[in-house]
């Protein structure tokens, strides 16, 4: 008798197993399809030599330069957009402070997030988030935009 209550229940929970699992399935399939990556700044970098215009989109996935398709970011890009969204959104808010930078030299950045727009020269080295991002960018344009600057 013991035997045949546990079969009877080791059946019973099966059953219910592989449906649970299935809808849950089903609810991760229907809820991430065709949902498009949140975007996390766009970028737009002016200035005084060939090439230095610059339209940027850096999503969660990937990065448009000037119009073109949407090209994958690594994992490792990934994180440090995020990281970079981040803090630009503390200097934003206001809750770190930006001195006053020298003009710029050569590049002119303006940064858009969902929190407002960062004006900044390539000259500006505090916060330290600013020559990160110029970091940043430089190395998404250049490395997996194959663009010159």
Known sequence: ????????????????TPTLLGVAAAVAAIGGCGTPSPDLFVVERT???????????VSDTSVRCNGAPAL?????Q???ARD????????????VTV??????QIFSFAIRTEDGILRFPDTAQLPRILPRTVRFVRRLA??????ER
């Open 84 to 95: 970079i969204t981040d803090d630009l959104r503390l200097v934003q808010s206001g809750a």
């Open 78 to 80: 990934t994180i440090e």
């Open 142 to 147: 250049i490395d997996t935009c194959k663009l």
């Open 99 to 104: 001195p006053t930078a020298p003009p710029a």
């Open 1 to 16: 008798m013991n035997a045949r209550r546990l079969g009877g229940f080791g059946m019973h929970r099966m059953r219910k």
């Open 72 to 76: 994958p970011l690594t994992s490792e």
């Open 47 to 57: 200035g005084s030599v060939p090439g230095a215009k610059l339209d940027m989109l």
